[in-house]
């Protein structure tokens, strides 16, 4: 099993818009970072999490036409604005998209991207959505999910697991439940949200990313979600052993 993180960046990406690259050096190519996103793969499985504005280009890169399912972790723009780009995955597969997402996840999706999950005007739904259980098996990956606070809503923690092997994603979190470090305990990797070093209302800081890594004892931590105030390469040498920046394209196998 594998995750390839697809986007590693915040919902402004980097650099932002008017060349703004913040503390980030432009040099570092790792620096530049879309919208996050990840693909994760076992034995010919292959499941999206989420669909951000990014999408099309995020795939492109990855070299990849299908996949089993996409796991949508909340609504957030940042998190499935690209969700039209599904239209081509449905193209390529001849058969709708399976997607899954929490209760209100889904609820708000199929409101505002009503076309997309039950077709209009002769073309068809590219999408057939269905809500994200507790715990479901994609091909040969086993997925567990549990709800994180998120400021006012939730967002989908989500564990894979597979042949011994274990990942843990968890994005888009503002505080950490007992069902938060339960589902990701002593996972292989876990990629976590690190927004930036000064706190945030609605995710976590640098620290508190350590932290959360440290107490679930995970094997690796690498940190996702990052904006234009975390160089890379700053990051890099200041970090614990164990804990590391991720970057788009980076590829991880426990």
């Not at 609820?107 to 994200?132: E, H, K, M, P, Q």
Request: aromatic share 6%; proline share 6%; charged share 25%.
């Amino acid at each position: 099993m594998k995750i390839r993180i697809l986007g590693s960046g915040t919902s402004s990406g980097v650099p932002r818009i008017g060349n703004d690259w913040g503390a980030c050096d432009p040099a570092e190519p790792r620096n530049r970072r879309t919208r996050v996103s990840a693909l994760v793969e076992h034995a010919g499985s292959r499941i999206l999490i989420d669909t951000g504005p990014d999408m099309r280009e995020q795939l492109l890169a990855a070299n990849v036409a299908t996949v089993d399912a996409v796991l949508w972790t909340h609504d957030h723009a940042d998190h499935c604005h690209g969700i039209d780009d599904l239209r081509q995955l449905f193209h390529n597969a001849r058969a709708p998209v399976a997607g899954y997402a929490r209760a209100a996840t889904l609820a708000s999706l199929t409101s505002r991207f009503d076309y997309v999950f039950a077709g209009r005007a002769g073309y068809r739904a590219t999408v057939a959505g269905a809500l994200l259980p507790d715990e479901l098996t994609i091909g040969s990956i086993t997925v567990r999910c549990t709800d994180q606070p998120h400021g006012s809503i939730e967002s989908a923690g989500l564990r894979f697991d597979s042949d011994r092997a274990s990942i843990g994603y968890a994005t888009d979190f503002s505080n950490v439940t007992p069902e938060m470090l339960e589902l990701y305990r002593d996972v292989d990797i876990l990629v976590v949200d690190a927004l930036r070093v000064a706190p945030h209302p609605t995710h976590p800081s640098l620290d508190q990313a350590i932290k959360f890594a440290r107490n679930c004892r995970a094997g690796r931590t690498v940190l996702i979600h990052m904006d234009h105030s975390m160089d890379y390469a700053t990051l890099r040498d200041s970090l614990p052993d164990g804990v590391e920046p991720g970057y788009d394209g980076m590829e991880l196998v426990p």
